[in-house]
């Protein structure tokens, strides 16, 4: 099993960019899949979650109406969009797949998550 993040990079502030995290190994199409951030010096924190169907979401307060999390459980894939980005959105960004987690909403902890991408960085630029 392994997720693999991509999409990362070096943007502006204000600029956007799309992550993706293809799924290997088996399908995640039952699961909720989410994504997390971890800048330097800090803990990892929750950025979004979503649904096994993409019907139901759930964002962080720092990235509700800039970010979107969809998927296509075809191609075993998790998407971000992000909008509008902030230089306090620096950070290694993770995918992870939750099979415990009841809602999207309790898959704001990281405890709950089984299998996880490597990371890709996200730097904006001031």
């Known amino acids: 099993v392994q997720l693999q993040a991509s999409g990362g990079g070096l943007v502006q502030a204000g600029g956007s960019l799309r992550l993706s995290c293809t799924a290997s190994?088996?399908?995640?199409?039952?699961?909720?899949m989410g994504w997390f951030r971890q800048a330097p010096g800090k803990e990892r924190e929750f950025v979004a979650a979503i649904g096994w169907w993409g019907g139901n979401t759930w964002y962080a307060d720092s990235v509700s109406g800039r970010f979107i999390i969809s998927r296509d459980n075809a191609k075993n894939t998790l998407y971000l969009q992000m909008n509008i980005l902030k230089p306090e959105d620096t950070a290694v960004y993770y995918c992870g797949v939750s099979r415990r987690a009841p809602t999207v909403v309790d898959a704001n902890r990281d405890a709950l998550y089984d299998f996880w991408g490597q990371g890709t960085q996200v730097t904006v630029s001031s």
């Open positions: 190994g088996r399908t995640f199409s039952s699961d909720i």
